[in-house]
Protein backbone atom coordinates (compact mmCIF):
# COMPACT_ATOMS: atom_id res chain seq x y z
CA UNK A 1 0.00 0.00 0.00
CA UNK A 2 0.92 3.51 -0.84
CA UNK A 3 0.43 6.75 0.77
CA UNK A 4 -0.30 9.62 -1.61
CA UNK A 5 1.43 12.58 -0.39
CA UNK A 6 1.96 16.17 -0.71
CA UNK A 7 5.22 16.74 0.69
CA UNK A 8 7.05 17.85 -2.46
CA UNK A 9 4.37 20.41 -2.91
CA UNK A 10 4.94 22.04 0.71
CA UNK A 11 9.00 21.00 0.62
CA UNK A 12 8.57 24.40 -2.31
CA UNK A 13 5.55 25.93 -1.15
CA UNK A 14 5.55 29.58 0.67
CA UNK A 15 9.17 30.64 -0.67
CA UNK A 16 10.65 27.57 1.72
CA UNK A 17 12.47 25.61 -1.05
CA UNK A 18 13.00 23.30 1.06
CA UNK A 19 15.66 20.60 -0.26
CA UNK A 20 14.49 16.81 0.61
CA UNK A 21 18.02 16.72 2.38
CA UNK A 22 16.82 19.77 4.90
CA UNK A 23 13.22 18.25 5.00
CA UNK A 24 15.34 15.08 5.82
CA UNK A 25 17.16 16.86 8.78
CA UNK A 26 14.20 17.95 10.48
CA UNK A 27 12.32 14.53 10.16
CA UNK A 28 15.53 12.84 11.53
CA UNK A 29 15.80 10.74 8.78
CA UNK A 30 18.36 10.28 5.12
CA UNK A 31 17.56 11.78 2.44
CA UNK A 32 17.33 8.29 0.37
CA UNK A 33 14.16 7.55 3.25
CA UNK A 34 12.94 10.98 2.73
CA UNK A 35 12.70 10.28 -1.19
CA UNK A 36 10.78 6.94 -0.44
CA UNK A 37 8.37 8.43 1.64
CA UNK A 38 7.49 11.48 -1.26
CA UNK A 39 7.21 8.49 -3.31
CA UNK A 40 4.93 6.91 -1.27
CA UNK A 41 6.51 4.47 1.59
CA UNK A 42 5.10 4.64 4.77
CA UNK A 43 7.19 6.33 7.11
CA UNK A 44 6.84 5.72 10.93
CA UNK A 45 4.59 7.65 12.79
CA UNK A 46 7.05 9.71 14.45
CA UNK A 47 8.54 11.02 11.09
CA UNK A 48 4.99 11.58 9.77
CA UNK A 49 4.69 13.73 13.26
CA UNK A 50 7.76 15.26 12.87
CA UNK A 51 7.05 16.75 9.43
CA UNK A 52 3.44 17.72 10.19
CA UNK A 53 4.47 19.53 12.95
CA UNK A 54 7.42 21.46 10.66
CA UNK A 55 4.61 22.52 8.72
CA UNK A 56 1.79 23.26 11.10
CA UNK A 57 -0.34 20.77 9.33
CA UNK A 58 -2.33 17.68 10.47
CA UNK A 59 -1.08 14.45 9.39
CA UNK A 60 -3.96 14.11 7.19
CA UNK A 61 -3.88 16.82 5.44
CA UNK A 62 -0.34 15.87 4.26
CA UNK A 63 -1.38 12.02 3.73
CA UNK A 64 -3.72 10.02 2.12
CA UNK A 65 -4.80 7.01 1.17
CA UNK A 66 -6.74 5.18 -2.00
CA UNK A 67 -8.55 2.93 0.88
CA UNK A 68 -12.01 4.33 2.71
CA UNK A 69 -11.44 5.37 6.29
CA UNK A 70 -15.09 5.39 8.55
CA UNK A 71 -15.35 7.84 10.83
CA UNK A 72 -17.24 7.30 14.28
CA UNK A 73 -19.99 8.87 12.71
CA UNK A 74 -20.37 7.35 9.48
CA UNK A 75 -20.43 4.09 11.69
CA UNK A 76 -23.02 5.51 13.81
CA UNK A 77 -25.25 6.52 10.64
CA UNK A 78 -24.68 3.23 9.27
CA UNK A 79 -26.28 1.28 11.93
CA UNK A 80 -29.24 3.54 12.71
CA UNK A 81 -30.24 3.59 8.85
CA UNK A 82 -29.83 -0.62 9.15
CA UNK A 83 -32.14 -0.33 12.48
CA UNK A 84 -34.28 1.79 10.82
CA UNK A 85 -34.69 -0.53 7.51
CA UNK A 86 -34.94 -3.71 9.91
CA UNK A 87 -37.81 -1.90 12.04
CA UNK A 88 -39.51 -1.10 8.65
CA UNK A 89 -39.49 -4.78 7.74
CA UNK A 90 -40.14 -6.30 11.19
CA UNK A 91 -43.02 -3.79 12.06
CA UNK A 92 -44.20 -3.75 8.64
CA UNK A 93 -43.83 -0.70 7.71
CA UNK A 94 -46.37 0.88 9.98
CA UNK A 95 -46.05 4.36 11.47
Known sequence: MKLVNNLKELRKS????LTQ??????AG?????MNEIENG?????IVMLK????FDKDPREIWRTDFVVYTLQ??????????????????GGEQ
Open 51 to 54: IACF
Open 41 to 45: EIPSA
Open 21 to 26: EELAFV
Open 74 to 91: DIFTRRANAFTAKNAIVG
Open 14 to 17: DGLN
Open 29 to 33: IGRQR
